[in-house]
């Protein structure tokens, strides 16, 4: 995965699409509802920007599966970062 550089000229284009893909995917599930099997606890963060961090700092950590479904990824980084009480 490429990060975007500020110098670049789409550099706010690419974060906004990111940034909109990640929070989108986290509104799609929380601890009651489960997406491709994963939960996380959606009281637990403190704004878009470090949740946005949470994931991408994942996918820096486990660059053998970012071929995989994005969602999937997305919903695995905040399972692991936000995880649910009691799980």
């Keep these: 995965m490429t990060t975007p550089q500020p110098a670049d000229p789409l550099y706010r284009l ?5 940034t909109g893909y990640i929070i ?3 509104d799609t599930f929380d601890c009651r509802n489960k ?3 994963y939960t996380w606890d959606s009281a ?4 878009q920007r470090k949740l ?7 996918f820096h950590f486990h660059p053998n599966v970012l071929n995989y479904q ?6 695995s980084a905040l ?5 649910c009480p009691g799980s």
């Design 79 to 83: 399972a692991t970062a936000y995880p």
């Design 14 to 18: 690419k974060l906004s699409q990111c």
């Design 52 to 58: 946005v961090d949470a994931v991408v700092d994942w």
């Design 70 to 75: 994005a969602s999937g990824l997305v919903a």
């Design 44 to 47: 637990r963060y403190a704004s």
């Design 24 to 26: 989108g995917v986290a």
């Design 35 to 37: 997406t491709l099997g």
